[in-house]
C-alpha cells in the first residue's frame, strides 16, 4: 500500500461495546485498504448528559468519565514528549479496550493501570481518571467528532475522504476483506449527497470474537 494511504479520523468512547467492535473493523480494514485511522476521543458521558436516561444507564455513564479522562491524559502527555498523538491513543483503546469487553475488568484504577502499562503509558496517568483538569480538553474533542453528524447520533463517528458518518453498527467483527467490501460500500454510500440513513433492528448483541 505504500505511504498512500487515506486518513480515516475515528472518535471512541472505550466503554462503547459497539464502538470497540466498529474500531477493530477499522484495524482489518488497515490490511486490506490504503486506510490509515487517526484516533480521537468523544464521551457518551457529555453527550448524554441532561437527558432522560434510565438508572442503570446513567450508572453505566457514571462509570465511564475515568477512561476517557486517561486517554485525553495520555493524549497531552504524547504532545508534549513529541510522540504521535493517535498512535498512543490507539495502544491505549486496544488495551483498555480489551479488558473492559473481552476480559469484563470493572472500571477501575487496577484495570486502568493495567492497560496503561500493557500499552508501554506511565501508570502515573491513572490520576487522570478521578479529576475534571482534562474534561475541557475532552469536550473540545467530543465537540469535533459530534459538530460532524449532529447530536442525536453516539459513538463511533468517522471522518474521511470529506463525508462523516456515525457507525457502522456490526457484529461481529468483519475479517480480511469482509471487512474491506464493509469499508467500500460505507463510502459509496456516506459520499452520496443527500444519504441520511440505512438502517435495521439488531437480532444480535455484540460479538467481540
Not at 27 to 45: C, G, I, N
Amino acid at each position: 500500500m505504500g505511504d498512500e494511504r487515506e486518513t480515516a479520523d475515528f472518535w471512541f468512547d472505550p466503554a462503547c461495546p459497539w464502538a470497540w467492535i466498529t474500531s477493530r473493523w477499522m484495524v482489518e480494514v488497515e490490511k486490506v485498504r490504503p486506510v490509515k485511522t487517526q484516533w480521537h476521543v468523544m464521551s457518551l458521558a457529555v453527550l448524554n448528559s441532561g437527558r432522560d436516561l434510565s438508572e442503570d444507564y446513567k450508572k453505566g455513564l457514571e462509570t465511564s468519565w475515568g477512561a476517557v479522562r486517561i486517554a485525553i491524559a495520555a493524549a497531552q502527555q504524547a504532545e508534549k514528549d513529541g510522540e504521535d498523538q493517535s498512535e498512543v491513543l490507539g495502544r491505549y483503546y486496544t488495551e483498555i479496550g480489551t479488558r473492559f469487553h473481552h476480559e469484563k475488568k470493572p472500571r477501575e484504577r487496577a484495570t486502568f493501570e493495567e492497560a496503561l502499562e500493557a500499552a508501554g503509558l506511565s501508570t502515573d496517568l491513572v490520576d487522570a481518571a478521578n479529576t475534571n483538569d482534562y474534561d475541557d480538553a475532552l469536550r473540545e474533542s467530543h465537540k469535533e467528532g459530534m459538530d460532524l453528524v449532529g447530536y442525536d447520533v453516539g459513538t463511533p463517528v468517522i471522518r474521511v475522504a470529506g463525508s462523516a458518518f456515525f457507525g457502522p453498527v456490526v457484529s461481529p467483527i468483519p475479517r480480511g476483506e469482509d471487512a474491506g467490501r464493509l469499508w467500500d460500500g460505507v463510502l459509496l454510500v456516506a459520499g452520496t449527497d443527500g444519504f441520511f440513513e440505512l438502517k435495521r433492528s439488531r437480532t444480535r448483541g455484540p460479538v467481540f470474537d
